[in-house]
Structure formats: structure tokens, C-alpha cells
């Protein structure tokens, strides 16, 4: 089978003999894997391990996009020197372990509903998709299903915000937690239908739902069908 016949038929559970598998490594992991298997930088982990060839498309930004300015959000502190302020505006701060960073969230000091509702959240607004029918035509003859990654929300909002003052928005100042959300959830639909105009195979998200024990949030009942 190829590529796009083993995920039409995993999708579908057709019953087949070969499995659709994909995996990522963190930098330190990827690394000892290398080393174990005798693979150099520029080898593929896709030709090594033999996975399923896939494409991936996304939105384009205009030729005159640039990035917000964040650095306004830092100006009470001292940003060391390896440190980076990232696509969604948090500040990176590289630690000693691994690949991990500390964040520092931008809305951190903010007070009010107006000062949330003026940071400039991610979007793509003005951004094109009139390139991605065609990727994902090729893909098709080249037997690859297309993937396009979509987003977070619950993670961009608690970087944004900050973590614990998130968690505390919850309880005392929910407006602000449902304006975040609602911002970034904007943005990811329009990449969804983006992608799905497009006739993408596969949309990817991502976010944090639990902890080592339990889920993050208690489920309860609201009086609604799910």
C-alpha cells in the first residue's frame, strides 16, 4: 500500500498489514537515537525507520508581515542574553535542562479587560490559502495525505497569561479567560477551514488536557448533551 492508501484505510479501519506511524523527537533524544543508530544529521528518520511519506501545507503570510512587537510586555525586567521572545509574544528563558525553557507571558501585569483585549494575539488575518489546493492536489498524485497543523488554545492562552493567574482568571475574572480563548480559537478555526477548502486529509492540534494522575479540570455536569 502507499502512503495515502494506508491512512485512507486506517481512517476508514479497513482491516490492512502495515501500520500509519509517526514520531518526533525532543533535540536530546534525537540526538542519542542518531548516535545509537549510526545515522548522521542530514539522514531521515522517515527513509530510516521507513514511515509513511506525508505533506504538509499552511497559510502564507503577506510578503509585508512582521512579527509584533513584544518587547513592550518586558520593559520591568532585565531579558538575558540567550533568552527569546517567541511567535505568540512569551518570553523564552533557556534553563539547564534539555530543550526546556521558562516562560515569562506577556499579559503577566495585566489588570483589566482592555489591556487583554489590546494584545496583538496571533492571526492570519490578511494571510493567503491560494497555494494550498494545489500542494495538496500534488501530494495526492504523489500518494502522500496532507496534513496541516491548526494550533493550540488552552496553551497559548495560559502562556499568554501566565499559568497560575490563568488558573486564577477562572475562578475570579472569567471574562478574561473567555476573551483569550475565544482570540486564539478565531485564529485556529480559520486555519481549519483554510485547510479544509484546501481538501487537507489531516488536521493536527495540540494542547494540554492532563497531568500525570488525572485530567486538569474536573468534568462535571452542566445539564447539556454531549
Given at each position: 500500500m502507499n502512503s495515502l492508501e494506508l491512512f485512507k484505510a486506517t481512517v476508514e479501519h479497513i482491516p490492512h498489514d502495515e501500520y500509519l506511524f509517526f514520531f518526533h523527537c525532543t533535540p536530546d533524544l534525537e540526538r542519542r537515537l542518531r548516535q545509537h543508530l549510526g545515522l548522521k544529521p542530514q539522514?531521515?528518520?522517515v527513509e530510516n525507520f521507513d514511515m509513511p511519506r506525508v505533506a504538509y501545507v499552511a497559510l502564507k503570510p503577506p510578503e509585508d508581515f512582521k512579527?509584533?512587537?513584544?518587547?513592550?510586555y518586558y520593559e520591568d525586567m532585565d531579558i538575558p542574553p540567550n533568552a527569546f521572545i517567541n511567535d505568540i509574544g512569551v518570553?523564552?528563558?533557556?534553563g539547564s535542562l534539555y530543550h526546556f525553557t521558562r516562560y515569562v507571558s506577556p499579559l503577566r501585569n495585566a489588570k483589566t479587560l482592555r489591556e487583554i483585549e489590546d494584545f496583538p494575539y496571533p492571526n492570519v488575518e490578511g494571510w493567503t490559502d491560494?497555494?494550498?489546493?494545489?500542494?495538496?492536489?500534488?501530494a495526492h498524485e504523489n500518494n502522500q495525505p496532507v496534513i496541516c497543523w491548526v494550533g493550540h488554545i488552552y496553551e497559548v492562552a495560559w502562556q499568554n497569561r501566565g499559568y497560575e493567574q490563568f488558573l486564577v482568571d477562572m475562578l475570579l475574572n472569567p471574562e478574561i479567560c473567555e476573551f483569550i480563548l475565544d482570540?486564539?480559537?478565531e485564529r485556529?478555526?480559520?486555519v481549519a477551514q483554510a485547510a479544509a477548502r484546501a481538501g487537507v486529509d489531516w488536521l493536527t492540534i495540540g494542547d494540554d488536557v492532563a497531568n500525570e494522575r488525572t485530567l486538569m479540570f474536573s468534568i462535571f455536569n452542566t445539564g447539556e448533551d454531549f
Open positions: 539522514d531521515s528518520f512579527k509584533p512587537d513584544f518587547s513592550k518570553l523564552e528563558i533557556p491560494c497555494h494550498m489546493a494545489e500542494q495538496v492536489k500534488i482570540k486564539i480559537c485556529n478555526v480559520k
